[in-house]
């Protein structure tokens, strides 16, 4: 697959999942909110680390650096 998420990007979604993993077990958040939110933040993790979004797959958006991308 083709990278398509820039270093700032999958720096902000790293840091919003670890955001929400703090919240959860410092007890900020709970029930379905808490389960759908560790989901999302587990999907950013993922796609942050290996640079692929599918969603912007489908629409065709690419965060990363045209110059990186050659």
């Known amino acids: 697959m083709k990278k ?3 270093s700032i990007d999958r720096v902000i979604r ?3 999942a670890l955001a929400i993993i703090a919240l959860y077990y410092t ?3 709970s ?3 808490a389960i759908v939110l560790l ?3 587990g999907i950013f993790i993922i796609t942050s ?3 692929v979004c599918p969603i912007y797959l489908m629409f ?5 650096n045209k110059k990186a991308q050659a």
């Open 14 to 16: 790293f840091l919003v």
């Open 49 to 51: 680390f290996i640079s």
């Open 39 to 41: 989901v999302i933040a």
């Open 4 to 6: 398509n998420i820039g």
């Open 27 to 29: 007890n900020q958040i």
């Open 60 to 64: 065709g958006l690419s965060t990363k």
């Open 31 to 33: 029930g379905t909110v």
